[in-house]
């Protein structure tokens, strides 16, 4: 089993819609999370982090499950501006040496 | 303002030769890290570094080897590089203790062809 795991997708949506992508993640100490995006030829860049008491950032809603280990990430009125691969991303807890990333989600939002 | 690069941006080279990927950041950032990029597989680590003369291995490291002599430089030396080797190559930098809780920032990325 992968650390990180993610729905490579694509994910083909209209304009306006609403769109939700799920990362899981196995280390159960894992301490911190956040959701990367990268634009096709490009270097990630952080889009948000992800807190246990969940986050919102506009149009953007990230979720923590620690329980059933997953983190989520919520685009709502989806603009074609939002098309790009999205990266979970994972840093372990206490003893763990390296931030794991996820193989992305590919996003496709069409007019 | 700070930020992180890396050199070349694009590079062809022979089977069998040795090849450096630098990266440099200004951020004064502990942590540096190597990944490389290919269709269907994601960011894979190579190497890591969590201070000057620290390096690890992650989970694609052979062929690869990384020093870290300064705070601010990570260069990625392909020992003899092969065609399994072509791929993009992103250099990422961040703060904190071991990387935990903080967000890493990318250079631009090395794209590397092995012919």
């Known amino acids: 089993r992968k650390e990180v795991e993610q729905d490579p997708g694509p994910f083909n949506v209209p304009e306006g819609a609403t769109v939700a992508f799920n990362c899981t993640y196995s280390n159960s100490a894992s301490q911190s999370f956040f959701w990367y995006r990268q634009d096709c030829r490009k270097e990630p860049k952080l889009l948000m982090s992800?807190?246990?008491s969940g986050n919102e950032d506009g149009r953007f809603t990230a979720q923590l499950n620690r329980a059933s280990q997953y983190i989520s990430l919520l685009i709502r009125d989806s603009k074609l501006s939002d098309s790009a691969t999205y990266l979970c991303v994972v840093n372990p807890g206490t003893g763990g040496f390296k931030t794991i990333f996820g193989a992305g989600t590919r996003l496709f939002v069409k007019a | 303002d700070a930020e992180i690069t890396q050199s070349p941006r694009h590079k062809i080279t022979e089977t069998g030769r040795q090849v450096t990927l630098a990266c440099h950041q200004t951020w004064n950032h502990n942590n540096m890290f190597w990944y490389r990029q290919d269709l269907g597989h994601g960011l894979r680590l190579i190497h890591y570094s969590y201070g000057v003369h620290d390096t690890n291995k992650g989970e694609v490291s052979d062929g690869y080897s990384v020093s870290r002599s300064n705070t601010e430089d990570l260069p990625l030396t392909l020992e003899s590089a092969a065609s399994s080797q072509t791929s993009v190559y992103f250099c990422?930098?961040?703060?904190?203790?071991?990387?935990?809780?903080?967000?890493?920032?990318f250079g631009q990325g090395t794209r590397l062809t092995v012919v």
């Open positions: 992800v807190y246990s």
């Open positions: 990422a930098s961040s703060g904190g203790n071991r990387g935990l809780n903080t967000e890493a920032f």
